[in-house]
């Protein structure tokens, strides 16, 4: 009886001594199932779009201000019409440059607007500005007028911008420092662009 009791001793002793030496043993996750703390950081903290970089508004050309200078408040010229009629109107001048070398009368009648031709088709007209030349020259046609006022005037001159008098008259011009000389006057007639004479009065 005494060794029976002896040996429920040393078993309850190993069992009590065996329970506390052994660790228990780490739970381990599976990597699949790691999250990543960057991840759960940004489920956590929503990533914030950049904020959209505002244009700044563009700022109008200096020459386009200069061209619409002298218009009305009552008329507009947009830039896109300011760029399209400074192209027809430089275009037409190339034109006509070559139409003076070449002395071709009757070609550059086409470029003349209706009233200009008229006008300078009045023998009254011919015979003022003939008396108002500096060098006496005889203007009894227009054809005339071409050959001795218009051409020599603008021969070899260059042309820079358009100067607007109204939405539908506009002057070529060459830019000297703080000058406009004006080369030639324009009227937009039926959207066509054509050479206005000037006149006396």
Do not use: H
Request: with cysteine.
């Amino acid at each position: 009886m005494n060794k029976f009791i002896f040996w429920i001793s040393i078993l309850l002793i190993l069992s009590l001594f065996i329970g506390c030496t052994s660790k228990p043993e780490e739970s381990e996750v599976p990597p699949e199932v790691r999250v990543p703390v960057e991840s759960v950081v940004e489920q956590v903290v929503p990533q914030l779009e950049p904020e959209p970089k505002l244009e700044p508004e563009p700022v109008q050309d200096a020459e386009y201000l200069r061209s619409i200078a002298a218009i009305s408040g009552t008329e507009v010229v947009t830039v896109d019409t300011f760029n399209q009629d400074k192209k027809a109107i430089l275009e037409m001048i190339d034109e006509i440059e070559v139409v003076m070398t070449t002395g071709n009368y009757q070609k550059w009648l086409n470029y003349v607007e209706p009233n200009s031709i008229k006008y300078w088709q009045n023998r009254a007209n011919l015979k003022s500005i003939e008396e108002r030349l500096p060098v006496k020259v005889k203007i009894s046609s227009m054809q005339d007028y071409f050959k001795y006022i218009f051409i020599p005037a603008r021969t070899g001159r260059t042309v820079d911008e358009i100067r607007y008098v109204s939405s539908t008259v506009a002057k070529a011009v060459q830019v000297q420092g703080d000058t406009d000389i004006i080369y030639y006057t324009f009227e937009k007639i039926n959207d066509k662009w054509m050479l206005k004479l000037d006149t006396l009065f």
